[in-house]
Each structure stands twice: as structure tokens, then as C-alpha cells.
């Protein structure tokens, strides 16, 4: 598989600007692949059916449209065009001799006729040259027959045949737009094992777990190799178990794609269609396979295809550029992050290495699961025994700076190359080394999951995208949102070490807030987010401005903005929302005088639209020092509240509310926020999730209410009463009326402040029969009622001036609230306020909260100190000001108290009624009395009252008013009662008409009497009974409705039955509804019906007024007894039952309905003039002067408004309660988490969850639960604690058998021991000590000039394992080197390779096996003419021991020759061809002033390091014919090329080659070196100076090289052997840099 794509795909730009999240492509709108398909757009096709409608990462496989004509113009296969046989071999003759088999796969018969003449048949076949480009036959959907889960409802699955070398950008539209699938936010692509493999249950499972969640919790895709084998069977499992788990198998929000080869696959022909199979049946049961099965747990295939059948690994660079091109894509929602990618490796074999290697080479993270096997294994065990060193090195501008790097010491390699050679053989050994050592260089790149490691693999996964991206950690923060992983954030980001600077998050916990990511803003605040500054005036606007569309609040939103000429949502439009969802008297900050100010000058010279540009001027709307910095909010908390309430997002708007002040006003008005909305919501769902949502904070609002008022009651009281300044101007009183919360109105606490409210000033401990007594004898008000006032005995007068003393030190003064009796929590309150008033004043305060400059009880000197009278207030007022009262102040509040007023209107009502009916009993004649006069202007003051009603509603506009007003049951009783009085005394005035107005007048009496029915809403016992009757009118409302189907059915048949043709009209009808309606309550007239009434037919009797005899009796009496026993049994049984469940549904919350229905009884008498009917008019009067003087004059006359305005309190006051309040609120959230603790559920699941991962640790510590032994991952990777422990037991139990065959070789020493001696024990074998591979501190330095090249020991050549084996070398230290300095304990390892001693052209015979004395006498330091091989070396002289040669540079560990086929030096030529970089313009680039060079370089096969191209000189050859031959089969693939191509090739080559310089000549350290054989070279440089020689020349790779590229000739750059060293002579001798 291949991972080519470059790096970690998350880059930052400066700035989240997400209203433009507009990704503009740099592709033409109908680009052509390289098939030459023209690729056409496709047409949107999926539009937003409903506006509530929420597209997720969720994919519903049913719903996905087709489009097979796309697919057929943009997509092709491979067709074979030119049949090319497969060579005949003998040994196996093919058994269709008739139909020979094409290279490509298939039979002959299978290619067209017009393809079968090929003229060139013995040309390789080759994709590129044999194939063509045709219009795919095999795409649509697969329907997988006999798999697992099929019978539960498995979906169809998309598949594609595609061309393997389809342009990627075609295959993203496919997946974007034909199968729609969107953007993913991380790519996962499993590599590893493709065949069945064991992994233990325990890591499977966690495996599964941890990669499905990776993908939920991520929005990731998951790509495989589809097959149902290896690890893609894994992935294929852990999501059918997903889906089978959620219960939902049809819709999946797991995108798994397998990308495979289509020449491999089974079942292949039943997949092709021209139009497309939908489905085609694919049978996994099948026994007869001819290649691979397709999983059927993944979402879609995608089938590569070169042509070829039956050939593996087609699908590998496809796989690769379709994930480059996936992770350049940026993320939906987040323009700043493209889409990162990580490759998940599982088990696996040798070429899983290769796929690893290049992932990591390409900058691509891979998280390797450790104890899976193979591969894998290997792998972790590489990085976690090499160690990590820190060493000093220079830079280029020959600094010294430090620098990590992680060293594979002789001993690791040595154990590496023996677990390779175990698993995959020899082949390619040194390969499989070089790779895991450079990809050792890069380990941030790589995360070994360890089972047993504490995290979950989707942990591993995200830590490793995050480790490889450690270069910003900006960059981090985006990857960790938009996966919405807080875990990993918390994790990796947010450490102890890190410290935050002011700004650092803003743009994240922007993000973090438009995406509704909870988690994410808690943390940020947690960690120092000041959101004072950071929620600017420009923000806000910008937030509001990201709403999606089809949502409510953007549909609430742009009415508003539709009013106006703006195109972006201003805050302006957003208080005009809150107050629509609230009420009109709610007064938003956004819609304040101040607020408006700041917003102008905000505008100015800006867009409001700009974020940048919004934030000018940004200040306080509250007037304060100078020297404190200008925010445009002081309770940031409440604005982003509103924010997430507004877009109902439950656990923002909880989190927040917890983070903020004022709990009781935010959860009221969220409440009623919350309703609203769901009122005006269509969808059914969404808008039932805000009623559960306003519920919550119903809930919340009445446990902080709890809370406080267990802890003071008077503290709670004023809560409830004064004004929330912050939260519209409203009280929390008003604010749960109008959000209809009955539960919180019933609470004790309300309940405690309405009857504060209800007797106004006047004192608790008044008797009751004197308070009626001096309602008739008012002199007696000042001797006998008691006020609040006097509610403090003058004993106390000295106790109360210590006190006031101590508030007069305090830094705040008291106003209104002034609490004379103090008690002990007033003091506390008033010492933590002297301690924190200063450091909570902004944070409590708000751009609404300014002095209390009309309060008209604040006072700056104590009222004992110096006396002063009361001052009377239109609004609440139930505190005691300790004032004093004068005696009309005592009438007035006396009278002006909502009981007394209740108490007089009541005595009024009655004498209204008494006088009202002695007029229509007695005094009502054609002349008009004077008591009837009286009558007409006492209901005129009724009218009149009413007007003041409406006029002085809660409401600002006249149409508000007017419908609160009428939508009352009693307004609408007493609307009834004042039309039918005019239009009776209208009808008064006629004498024709008298009577008639008699009648209405007396029905209007009758409806004023029913009126008294509200008088007794006052008790408590008589109360719930008419909300009882109320309720039951409703069911008796929709019982005559029933009950008239009934009576209409039964009346017509019936007098169509025994009275047809009727003659009048009036007989019809009574007929049908008189007769009818009075036989339900037993009056039968069963006379009429059997004609024993005295009834005729004789027309003339019935002209003289007999009644008509009805003609089928019979039948009538049997319709009448079936109507009798339906209404009479079944009907009004119905309505009993009806009754029954109101007064069971009332009964049970009789207290709650009463309570709440108490609140308007007693908000009309609070507002209500204390001069009762007829005298009221007076009031009313002065009302209406008022309102004049008030309107031409401008001032204002105090008075009490429609509404009960709140207590007014000082500023310091009100801020010492909101401190109060927030710490109430904070007991309350701890004691609801603490219940939320120990929930027995909760805690069941909790130890269940412990005692899973317990049993899990304990049962990979110990034993694999299918075999019993111990587990892999214990023993090769496992935890050292239990190997510690283990080593430690061995070692003990060694010492004691020492010390017992001690004992025993000393008993039998002195003969004391057994005649027949020890018996025989069975040896054991002792424990292996571990290598310790972090013994070596530092890598061993490789020569980077050609000085140290001449100078330095070699190193590679003593590095182990030997290059292609796992034979480890004879350690050899560096002052044992020298053959000079005496080795007694030299044991070198005699190896040579099997390819060598078989004899080839260029190998020696084997001298080593032969003894000493008779070993043959090479040539050596001398040409030998029996070989025609030179055998002088360019060190000069070599000693020759024992008929073989030394190393002139000393031991190496190794005899023979191992990979080298001469004995002695084996010359090499390396050509060094260079050019100059140039840029896209042709100009030769420079780096600080030095220009570029490049050099061809090929990549070897043998180890994949880059190297110069270069090879051995052959018998007979010179170094200048080696060097041009050599450049020509590496570099430019000359062995593959026609006889024209070659000989163009050699001029090219002669033409540069006939000039060139030395760079380097003599010996080489080679890791093929061994103590008698060894490489030397001549390293020749030829410079391509104007680039018009071999620079024109395609590069190509052959012979032995894999691939060929030009190169920067750089010191970066890690190159084979001791290649580095002579670039950089070439550099000097260019001067270019380096």
C-alpha cells in the first residue's frame, strides 16, 4: 500500500474567518482526466428538504441518489490491446495450448479479434504501452448474500471499477458528490497482515472498540484493502458489530472504504453492467473461489484496474494519490485544517514495512499496534528498545545547537535482523534494516499502541496526529476541535508546563462556540480565556452572524434584518428577538439608550459585519474610572448564554449558566425563552426538545430558589422582588409569571413574598377583627394597626445604633433596604461584602447596572442616627426601612395595602349587587330613579376601571395590552356583564322596549353574581374548586359537541319518522332540538309519540290547534329507547368519566394551580386604586391628569405601573445579593452533582467498567485466554513490572540450587551422604540475559569530509548485522582496530556468501577453505593476468598472513569475503554528475549566496538508501569505461532501451564524461567489508555546466538501482556508505553550498 502524500495536512492561516468559508479550487469546472474522460460538475442534487433537517457524519446507504451517466463519462477501466503470450516453460505446459495465456492475465479467446496481432510480441507487457482507456462496465450497488448479519438487514454497498491511474481529483468527486459523502475530519488508513492472522480476544476487542470510536468521535473514514481477509476482516467486524449494537444496521455513521484490486476479487462478472448492477448479488458462501471475497461490512469499494488478472497490489498507487488528494482537501466547518491523515499498521508482513516506511517518509503518523504480530511487532520492538540521545552537532551557519536523535546500536540491529530473518527470511534483510533505522530518525512520527497501556487505540491514533504536527501548537489546538476530542486536548495540549498568553485561544474558543463544543469552552476558561476580553461588541456580531440557516433563530433573525437595508444580523436585530420571545416589557442591553451609543460608534467608518473592524471604541457602557480597561461587556457569561439558549444547545447553555451570576433571573428567562420558541418551532421534534430543554431550567430555577430560601427567607424574598437590572429590567417574580412556571410561583418562597406583597406595609402581628375594625373606624389606625415599621420594640433602639454603627464603617451605605432587626447572616453578608464588594464589582456588575438614581429610599445617613420620615413608593416595598412613619403616611399605607383593598372592593361589589337587585325587583319603571342613576355611574367607574386595566398593562403596545387583557377569564366575564348592562340600559331608554331591557338587565345581574365566584379564589379551600370548574368547563365544552352529533342524528330521524312533511317551521325545529334535547333528562313525551295526547290526522282539527298524531310510533319508541340508553348511559357516563379525571388531575396539584392563580389575584389589587366603586372615577381622574401633566410638562408623579415594578435597593445592596445568590446557586449545582454521584445506577456502571479493564489487565498479565500461554505481548513487549518481578524469582531460585549442590558436593565430600550417590537431575537451561541497547550512548560518527574519510576508522565496516544476514560481527573496539595493537581474544566470524563462493566471473576462489599450508598464492599487490584483475591497492602496500590479505585500515569482526567477491581490494567507479538548480524561470538558485548544485542519485535496491550511481570494475576494465557504463545502467536505464536509444545515450555520455575531476580515490568504508576483503573507489565528478548534456536526458532507473532522481547536493541529506564525504568535495570545488 502506498501512503504517498506529503505530511501532516494542518496548516493555520492568521485568522478563523468562518462567514467565508467559501473553498474556491484552483482545478477548471470540467477538468479531463488523464483516461481523457471529460469530467463533467454534476448537478446539486441534494438540497436541504426541511429546514430543521440535520446532516450529520451519519450515512444512510438507501438515500444516496444514482447517476450512472456521470460514472460512465468520467470514470474508465482498463482494456488489454495488444495479447502478448506468456513464455512456454516446459515444466509446465499449459493445458490450453489453443488458447494461450496474455501476459495481462487472460486467455486469448478473451481479447478482442482485433486485438489478438501484437507487433511486437516479445516487448514485456507493460499497462501503460498495452492497455487503453474505456468507459467502465461494473458499478452500482453490491448486495452481499450469506454473510454475517445479512439476515439483520445488511444495506447495499457502492462499488466502481476505476482505472488504476484515474486522475485523484475525479475520484473526490465521486466520493463527495455521486456518493455523498462529504469532507471526513481524519483519514485512518489500516495497513498490516492481508491474510487471516491470530490476534488474542482481549486486543481484538480493544482494537475494534478503539478504532470505531476513533472514527464516531472524529468524523473520520477508514480505509482498507476491502478484501475479507487480515486486518481487513478486523476493521470489516468491529463495524458490523458497531451497527448491530446501535440497533440500526440500515444507517451507519462509520465511512469505511476499501479501496482493491478489481483483477483479484471473486465473483468479478457478476458485477459488470453497462447501466450499472442495482444490486448485483455477490454470495460469500461460494466454495469454488477464484480470488478474493469482498468484505461486506464496508460502505463502498472502489476496484482498481490495470488490465491485469490475478496480479496483487494494482490498487497501491491509486490508494495512495486518492489519500493525498483526501488529505489536501480542507475540513468542513474549519478552512484552516486540511484533513489529517494516520496509517493504523496491524500485524502484517515485509511489505507492510515498506508501506510504514514510505507513510513516515511522506510526514504521515502511523500508531503501530503492538502484540498484534509480524510486522508489527517488529516495529514496536524497534522503537521501544532504541534509545534516544541528546548530542551537540552544528548548523549551517556553524552553530552549535542540541539535538535528539535516537541510536540503533550493533546489538540492536543484530536482534532486529534475527526477528526479521524469523518472520520474512533473508530476503530483503538489509532492506527491512535500512527502513526501520530512518524511520527511527523520524519516531515523533510513530506511536506504538500497547494493550495494557492505559489509553484506548483511538487515543493512540489522535496522540499520534498531534506528535506529528508538534511544530505549532495552534495547529494541534484546530486538529483537537475539530475532532471535538477535549480528552486529547487536555492530554497533550493543555499541560502543566504551557502558559497562555492573552489572545492565544480567542480564535479557538471562537470555534469552540460556533460548533457547540462544550467540553472545549469549559477548558478554556478553565485554563485563563478572559472572556471580558475577548467578547467584544465585533464578536458577538460575528457569532450571531454564523447561525446556520433553516433554523429558527435565523429565520427570527432575518425577519428583523429584513426591515432594514443591512445584509449581516446587527445586535440591534438580535434584542429585538429576545424581547419577541420574552415580552415587550423585557428590556434587552442590546436595545438600551447606552448599548445603542456604543453600537453607533462602533459603526463607524466599519462594517458591522467585520470582526477585525468592529472591535473600535470598544469601552464600557457604565460609567467607571478611567484607569479600569473599556470592555464593551462586563458579564460576558450572560451574552454567550443568551447565545446558546437562543440556538437551544442544552449543554452550552448549562455549562455557562453554571459559570455565571444571577442563576434565578438566567434560568427564568431561559425558560421562557425556551417556550417561545418551541411555540413558533414546526418541527414537532425540535420543538419538543425545547420544551424539555425550558423544563430543565424550570427545574434548576426551583432548586437554587430551595437552596436560598433554606438559607434566608428574607434574603429570598428581596431576590424575588428587586429588579434584574441585567436581565431586562424585570423581577425573577415577573419573570416566572410570564414564563408560566406553576411550580416555581407555588413554591413557599414565592409564596412567602406574595403575602408580603398582599399586606403591603402593614405588620404580621395585626389582629384580625382590628384590622376590619378600623377599616369602618379609621381614627382607630394609628392607636391599634401596626406597620413593618414598628415592628421593633424601643428596647432594642441601643442594639440597633451598635449595629448601624458598624454599617456606617462599611464601604457601602444602605438604602431602602435597611434591616433594622439584623441578624446574624446579615452581618456575614455584610463582612463578605467588606471584603470582596471591590474585586466582584465588575464581574457582578453589567452596562446595565447603574446608580440607583431614582431610588427614592436611598439614603447616604443612617435613619437612627439622625430620624427621618418614610418616603412612600409606588413599587414593592416590603422591607422595614426602620423609618418613621407620620399618621397620614399610617391612612395611606394603610389603605393603599392590596388586602384592605381587596376587602373594601368586596364590601363595594356587595352593596353593588344589593342595589343592583333592588332595581330590577322593585324600582324598575318606565321612570328612571335616582337609585338607577347611581346604578348607571357605578358601572360607568367599572368601565372606566376597566380602561385603566388595559391602559396600564404590562405591555408597551396597545395590542399587547388588550390581548393579555382579554384573554383572562374574568376580564371576559366582565367584558360580558358591561356590554349587556349598555345595551339594557340602551334599550331602557324606550318605553316600547322596557321590558326587553328588563330581561337583559336581569341576565347581566345574574352574570355579576357568578362574579363573586373570584372573591373566593382568595381561600385556599374554595380557590382549587373553581379551577376545578374551569377545567370542567373546558371538558363539558367539548362534551356538548359529542353530545350535539347525538342530539341533532336522533332528532332529525325522529320527527322525519313520526312527523313528516312538516308545515311550519317552528314544529320542525322543536321537533328536532326540543324534544330531543329534554327526553336526555327523562321528559319522554312518550304521549306525542303513542298519540294518547288527544292528537288528529283530520286537517281541519289540526287548523283548530290539534296536535298531529305521529304515524310509526313504534318505531319511534325504539329509536327513542336506543337515543335514551346512548346519552343517558354512554354519554353522560363519558362526562362523569371526563370530571372524574380533572378533579383527580386538579386534586393532585390543587396547591400548585391555587398558588399560581393567586399570583394575578394578587398583582389586580396591588395595582388597584384604593378608592372603591363609584368613587374610583376620582382616581381615575387623577390618572388622567397625570397623564397629561406627565406628557406636556415632562415630569413625572410617582405611581404604581401595570405591573408590580421591583423592590428598590442600593446598587452595593444589589450586588451583595447577586454574591449571595451565586453562592446559593453554587451549593445547589455541588449538592445536584453529588446526588448525580450516587446514583446507584451510576455507581453499578461505574464498577462495572472498573472490574471489566481489571479482568482485561489481569488477563493479558498472566494468560492468553484461547491457549493458555503467556501472552505475546507480555513476553516481547509487555509489562516490566511483572518481567522484573519474574527475573527476580529466577534469580533466587538460581542461588538457592547453588547453595544445594553445595551442600551436596560437601556431604559427599565427607562421605555423609546417599551409598548410591545424587541422584540425576535434568538440567536446566539458564535464562538468557537481556541485551541492554541503550548501552550505547552515541551513534558512531560517519566521515563527512574526504580528510576524515583517509584519517578516521572505519565504522560501518564493523557495524553488525552484516548487510542481507542477521550474523552479527565480532565486537571490535576502537583501540583494538589496528592490526599493530595485540588482540589475544579476537574470535572474528568467518561468512561468505553462498552467490560467492558458487564462483561467478568476478569471485575468487575460496582460500579460507583450505589449511594454511595449502592454500593457493593469489597475486596480490600486483596486476593479476590469470583473472586480468589489478590487485594494487590505492592504500598502497597490504600485508598478506597466512595466504590471505589484511585490511590495511585494520579488524572488522568478519573473515571471508562475504558479499565481495575478490580477496583484497575490490575497486569501484563512482561517476559524481552534477548541474545546477534552477528554478521555473531557468535562473540557478542560491542559498546564502551560493549556488545549488545537483547530482543524479539512485536509491538502491539492496538497502533503499540514496546513493551516487557507481559499480565494480570488471576483469579488464578500466575505471573510465566502468564509471560511463555504470552512470548509464543506473541512471538512465540503458539496459532497457533500443540499440537507437544507446547510442544516443553513449554520445550524451561521452560528451560529458570527456572531462572530468578526481574528487576521491582510495578506500571505502563499506558494510560489506570484512578482514580480507574490502571496497575502494574512484569517485570522478562531471558537471553539466550549461545544462545541455545529460540534464536534457529523462532519468531512469535500471540494473540495481530502484530509483533515480537529480538531488540538492546538501549535508542533509543521509546518503549510502561514504558518499557524503565526496559531495561535499564537490561542492568545494563548485563553490556551491552545502
Same mark, same amino acid.
Given at each position: ?251 451507519? &455513521? ?5 479501496? !482493491?484490486?478489481? $483483477?483479484? #476479487?471473486? =465473483?468479478?462478472? /457478476?458485477? @459488470?453492467?453497462?447501466? *450499472? ?19 461486506? &461490512? ?5 476496484? !482498481?484496474?490495470? $488490465?491485469? #488478472?490475478? =496480479?496483487?497490489? /494494482?490498487? @497501491?498507487?491509486?490508494? *495512495? ?31 507492510? #514495512? ?5 507513510? @513516515? ?1274
Amino acid at each position: 500500500m502506498s501512503m504517498a502524500h506529503g505530511g501532516m495536512a494542518a496548516t493555520t492561516s492568521s485568522s478563523f474567518n468562518f462567514r467565508t468559508q467559501q473553498y474556491v479550487g484552483n482545478r477548471p469546472t470540467s477538468p479531463t482526466s488523464p483516461t481523457g474522460l471529460v469530467q463533467l460538475e454534476e448537478p446539486n442534487f441534494m438540497k436541504y428538504r426541511k429546514r430543521n433537517l440535520s446532516f450529520g457524519s451519519a450515512i444512510d446507504l438507501a438515500r444516496v441518489h444514482h447517476n450512472p451517466s456521470w460514472i460512465r463519462k468520467n470514470i474508465g477501466m482498463k482494456v488489454c490491446i495488444r495479447f502478448t503470450p506468456v513464455p512456454i516453460n516446459p515444466a509446465k505446459p499449459d493445458p490450453e495450448p489453443d488458447n494461450p495465456l496474455c501476459q495481462c492475465g487472460k486467455r486469448k479467446f478473451f481479447h478482442e479479434e482485433r486485438f489478438h496481432n501484437n507487433f511486437d510480441p516479445k516487448a514485456p507487457w507493460k499497462s501503460e504501452t498495452h492497455t487503453q482507456n474505456s468507459k467502465t462496465n461494473a458499478f452500482g450497488e453490491i448486495e452481499f448474500i450469506g454473510a454475517a448479519g445479512a439476515g439483520l438487514g445488511l444495506q447495499l454497498r457502492k462499488f466502481v471499477r476505476v482505472n488504476h491511474d484515474i486522475h485523484p481529483h475525479t475520484m473526490l468527486q465521486l466520493l463527495n458528490k455521486q456518493w455523498n459523502l462529504g469532507t471526513p475530519k481524519l483519514l485512518i488508513s489500516v495497513t498490516g497482515g492481508a491474510n487471516n492472522f491470530h490476534m488474542s480476544n482481549k486486543l481484538k476487542s480493544v482494537f475494534r472498540k478503539g478504532l470505531i470510536k476513533a472514527a464516531l468521535s472524529t468524523g473520520a473514514w477508514i480505509i482498507t484493502g476491502g478484501s475479507n481477509s487480515g486486518v481487513m476482516k478486523y476493521v470489516g467486524d468491529a463495524i458490523r458489530d458497531y451497527a448491530l449494537a446501535s440497533g440500526n444496521a440500515t444507517r451507519t &455513521n462509520v465511512v469505511a472504504i476499501g479501496i !482493491a484490486t478489481w $483483477g483479484v #476479487i471473486d =465473483q468479478r462478472d /457478476k458485477l @459488470i453492467n453497462e447501466k *450499472g448492477q442495482f444490486p448485483a448479488t455477490y454470495r460469500m458462501d461460494t466454495k469454488n473461489r477464484k480470488g478474493v471475497l469482498l468484505d461486506p &461490512n464496508h460502505t463502498h469499494f472502489i476496484l !482498481a484496474d490495470d $488490465g491485469t #488478472i490475478g =496480479q496483487f497490489g /494494482k490498487e @497501491i498507487k491509486l490508494r *495512495g494519490k486518492v489519500e493525498k488528494e483526501i488529505s489536501e482537501q480542507k475540513v468542513a466547518g474549519n478552512p484552516d485544517v486540511s484533513v489529517p491523515i494516520v496509517c493504523v499498521v496491524v500485524e502484517g508482513g515485509p511489505n507492510t #514495512i515498506a508501506t510504514v516506511f514510505e507513510a @513516515i517518509m511522506n510526514g504521515t503518523p502511523a500508531v503501530i499496534v503492538a502484540g498484534s504480530g509480524r510486522a508489527a511487532d517488529i516495529l514496536a520492538f524497534a522503537f521501544q528498545r532504541a534509545p534516544v540521545v541528546e548530542r551537540q552537532v552544528k548548523d549551517a551557519a556553524g552553530n552549535i545547537k542540541k539535538e535528539k536523535k535516537t541510536v540503533i546500536s550493533d546489538s540492536l540491529s543484530k536482534r532486529l535482523a534475527a526477528m526479521l530473518s524469523k518472520e520474512f527470511g533473508d530476503a530483503e534483510l538489509d532492506t527491512h534494516l535500512t527502513r526501520i533505522k530512518e524511520m527511527l530518525d523520524r519516531r515523533h512520527l510513530i506511536t506504538v499502541y500497547e494493550l495494557g497501556a492505559g489509553s484506548d487505540i483511538d487515543s493512540a491514533i489522535l496522540h499520534a496526529l498531534l506528535s506529528a504536527n508538534k511544530g505549532s501548537v495552534q495547529d494541534q489546538l484546530q486538529l483537537a476541535l475539530t475532532w471535538n476530542r477535549v480528552d486529547v486536548a487536555k492530554r497533550e495540549i493543555f499541560i502543566d508546563d504551557r502558559d497562555w498568553t492573552k489572545g492565544d485561544l480567542d480564535k479557538a474558543l471562537h470555534y469552540a462556540l460556533v460548533n457547540n463544543l462544550v467540553d472545549f469552552v469549559r477548558l478554556f476558561i478553565e485554563n485563563g480565556v478572559s472572556l471580558k476580553d475577548y467578547l467584544t461588541i465585533a464578536e458577538l456580531t460575528s457569532l450571531y452572524n454564523e447561525v446556520k440557516e433553516r433554523t429558527l433563530l435565523y429565520e427570527l433573525l432575518d425577519k428583523h434584518r429584513s426591515k432594514t437595508t443591512r445584509s449581516l444580523f446587527d445586535l440591534t436585530d438580535v434584542g429585538k428577538v429576545i424581547q419577541e420571545l420574552t415580552m415587550d416589557t423585557f428590556k434587552p442591553l442590546y436595545l438600551s439608550r447606552d448599548f445603542k451609543k456604543k453600537l453607533n460608534e462602533a459603526r463607524e467608518g466599519a462594517s458591522i459585519g467585520s470582526r477585525e473592524t468592529l472591535n473600535v471604541g470598544a469601552g464600557i457602557l457604565q460609567t467607571e474610572s478611567t484607569e479600569k480597561p473599556k470592555r464593551d461587556f462586563y458579564n460576558p457569561i450572560r451574552e454567550l448564554f443568551l447565545f446558546s439558549i437562543l440556538q437551544n444547545r442544552d449543554g452550552m447553555a448549562r455549562m455557562l449558566w453554571e459559570e455565571g451570576k444571577e442563576a434565578l433571573a438566567s434560568a427564568l428567562t431561559a425558560s421562557k425563552i425556551l417556550k417561545s420558541m418551541a411555540s413558533k418551532e414546526a418541527d414537532h421534534d425540535q420543538s419538543t426538545m425545547m420544551k424539555l430543554h425550558a423544563a430543565s431550567y424550570e427545574e434548576v430555577a426551583l432548586g437554587v430558589l430551595g437552596e436560598c430560601y433554606a438559607n434566608n427567607q428574607d434574603h429570598t424574598s428581596l431576590l424575588l422582588a428587586c429588579e434584574q437590572k441585567n436581565w431586562g429590567k424585570s423581577t425573577n417574580l415577573n419573570l416566572a409569571k410570564q414564563a408560566d412556571n406553576k411550580n416555581f410561583i407555588a413554591h413557599s418562597g414565592v409564596q412567602k413574598l406574595l403575602t408580603e406583597i398582599w399586606n403591603g406595609k402593614l405588620s404580621d402581628e395585626n389582629n384580625y377583627w382590628l384590622v376590619w375594625l378600623c377599616s369602618f373606624i379609621p381614627p382607630l389606625i394609628p392607636c391599634l394597626i401596626k406597620f413593618r415599621e414598628d415592628e421593633i420594640k424601643n428596647g432594642d433602639l441601643k442594639q440597633r445604633k451598635r449595629k448601624s454603627t458598624k454599617k456606617k464603617q462599611s464601604i457601602t451605605q444602605e438604602g431602602s433596604y435597611n434591616v433594622v432587626e439584623e441578624t446574624n447572616e446579615d452581618i456575614r453578608m455584610q463582612d463578605m461584602e467588606d471584603a470582596t464588594i471591590q474585586s466582584n464589582l465588575e464581574d457582578n456588575g453589567d452596562a446595565e447596572v447603574n446608580s440607583s438614581s431614582n431610588n427614592t429610599n436611598d439614603t447616604s445617613e443612617d435613619p437612627l442616627t439622625k430620624e427621618k420620615h418614610y418616603h412612600e413608593t409606588a413599587d414593592i416595598d416590603i422591607t422595614n426601612s426602620g423609618q418613621t412613619l407620620s399618621w397620614w403616611q399610617r391612612f395611606s399605607l394603610f389603605y393603599n395595602a392590596p388586602v384592605i383593598t381587596f376587602r373594601h372592593s368586596v364590601l363595594s361589589y356587595f352593596i353593588f349587587l344589593l342595589l343592583y337587585s333592588y332595581i330590577i325587583l322593585v324600582d324598575f319603571t318606565v321612570n328612571i330613579s335616582i337609585f338607577e342613576y347611581v346604578l348607571i355611574v357605578w358601572v360607568g367607574s367599572l368601565y372606566l376601571e376597566e380602561l385603566r386595566q388595559i391602559a396600564q398593562g404590562e405591555a408597551n403596545s396597545w395590542r399587547v395590552r388588550f390581548w393579555y387583557w382579554i384573554t383572562d377569564y374574568w376580564n371576559m366575564v366582565d367584558l360580558a356583564t358591561l356590554l349587556l348592562f349598555a345595551v339594557g340600559i340602551a334599550l331602557r331608554f324606550f318605553e316600547n322596549f322596557v321590558d326587553y331591557a328588563r330581561i337583559i338587565l336581569a341576565l347581566d345581574l345574574a352574570v355579576f353574581y357568578i362574579r363573586i365566584l373570584q372573591i373566593f379564589s382568595v381561600s385556599k379551600q374554595l380557590g382549587p374548586k373553581l379551577i376545578m370548574i374551569a377545567k370542567m368547563m373546558v371538558d363539558l365544552a367539548f362534551f356538548v359537541a359529542i353530545l350535539s352529533v347525538f342530539l341533532v342524528a336522533y332528532g332529525v330521524a325522529s320527527q322525519a319518522i313520526l312527523f313528516p312533511n312538516g308545515s311550519s317551521f317552528q314544529e320542525v325545529i322543536s321537533g328536532v332540538f326540543f324534544k330531543a334535547y329534554f327526553q336526555m333528562y327523562g321528559e319522554l313525551f312518550l304521549e306525542d309519540i303513542q298519540g294518547n295526547n288527544g292528537c288528529s290526522n283530520d286537517l281541519t282539527m289540526i287548523e283548530a290547534g290539534a296536535p298531529r298524531c305521529a304515524e310509526y310510533s313504534t318505531i319511534g319508541v325504539i329509536l327513542l329507547a336506543v337515543y335514551m340508553m346512548l346519552s343517558n348511559v354512554l354519554l353522560l357516563n363519558l362526562l362523569i368519566a371526563m370530571f372524574s379525571y380533572t378533579f383527580s388531575a386538579v386534586q393532585e396539584n390543587t396547591d400548585v394551580y391555587w398558588r399560581f392563580q393567586r399570583y394575578d389575584l394578587i398583582k389586580e389589587y396591588f395595582n388597584r386604586p384604593a378608592i372603591v366603586p363609584p368613587f374610583i372615577i376620582i382616581a381615575h381622574v387623577f390618572f388622567l391628569c397625570r397623564f397629561l401633566i406627565q406628557k406636556i410638562c415632562g415630569c413625572c408623579i410617582s405611581y404604581r405601573s401595570g405591573q408590580m415594578t421591583g423592590q428598590h435597593i442600593s446598587d452595593s445592596k444589589a450586588r451583595q445579593l447577586i454574591l449571595w445568590e451565586a453562592i446559593q446557586s453554587d451549593d445547589f449545582i455541588t449538592q445536584e452533582r453529588r446526588l448525580m454521584q450516587s446514583d446507584i445506577n451510576k455507581q453499578v456502571m461505574t464498577t462495572g467498567e472498573r472490574v471489566e479493564d481489571l479482568l482485561g489487565k489481569m488477563e493479558e498479565l498472566f494468560a492468553d485466554p484461547e491457549t493458555g500461554m503467556p501472552s505475546r505481548a507480555l513476553g516481547l513487549l509487555g509489562e516490566k513490572a511483572m518481567e522484573e518481578r519474574l527475573n527476580r524469582l529466577e534469580d533466587q531460585m538460581e542461588r538457592t540450587n547453588q547453595a544445594i549442590d553445595w551442600i551436596i558436593t560437601s556431604l559427599r565430600d565427607h562421605k555423609l551422604g546417599s551409598l548410591e550417590g545424587p541422584p540425576m537431575l535434568k538440567e536446566i537451561k539458564p535464562r538468557e540475559v537481556e541485551e541492554n541497547y541503550t548501552s550505547e550512548s552515541e551513534e558512531r560518527k560517519v566521515p563527512s569530509t574526504l580528510e576524515e574519510l583517509g584519517m578516521t576508522l572505519h565504522h560501518k565496516a564493523r557495524s553488525s548485522p552484516y548487510p542481507g544476514t542477521a550474523i552479527g560481527r565480532s565486537p571490535v573496539p576502537d583501540e583494538k582496530v589496528p592490526w599493530e595493537v595485540s588482540f589475544h581474544f579476537y574470535k572474528p566470524v568467518s561468512y561468505t556468501h553462498e552467490s560467492i563462493l558458487a564462483l561467478p566471473h568476478f569471485a575468487d576462489i575460496d582460500l579460507l577453505k583450505y589449511s594454511k599450508s595449502e592454500r593457493p598464492m593469489l597475486n596480490f599487490n600486483m596486476l593479476d593476468k590469470s583473472v586480468n584483475y589489478d590487485r594494487v591497492s590505492f592504500m598502497g602496500h597490504y600485508n598478506v598472513t597466512d595466504g590471505v590479505p589484511q585490511n590495511p585500515r585494520g579488524r572488522t569482526g568478519m573473515i571471508g569475503r562475504g558479499l565481495l567477491g575478490r580477496f583484497g581490494p575490490n575497486h569501484a567507479a563512482d561517476p559524481i554528475v552534477t548541474r545546477w538548480k534552477k528554478n521555473s524561470d531557468g535562473v540557478i538558485i542560491e542559498d546564502n549566496g551560493e549556488k545549488v548544485l545537483e547530482f543524479v542519485a539512485v536509491q538502491r535496491k539492496d538497502n533503499q538508501q540514496w546513493a551516487i550511481p557507481g559499480g565494480m570494475v570488471e576483469p579488464g576494465d578500466v575505471v573510465s569505461a566502468t564509471l560511463k557504463r555504470e552512470f548509464g545502467e543506473e541512471a538512465l536505464g540503458s539496459m532497457e532501451k533500443s540499440m537507437e536509444e544507446v547510442a544516443l545515450l553513449a554520445k550524451k555520455i561521452e560528451d560529458l564524461f570527456s572531462n572530468g575531476v578526481e574528487i576521491y580515490k582510495g578506500y571505502v568504508d563499506d558494510p560489506r567489508n570484512t578482514d580480507n576483503a574490502w571496497m575502494e573507489t574512484v569517485a570522478m565528478n562531471f558537471h553539466d555546466e550549461d545544462g545541455t548534456s545529460v540534464s536534457l536526458l529523462e532519468l531512469q532507473a535500471g540494473d540495481d538501482a530502484q530509483g533515480v532522481r537529480w538531488q540538492r547536493v546538501s549535508s542533509n541529506i543521509r546518503l549510502f556508505a561514504s558518499h557524503q564525504a565526496m559531495l561535499r568535495k564537490v561542492a568545494e570545488l563548485h563553490n556551491a553550498a552545502f
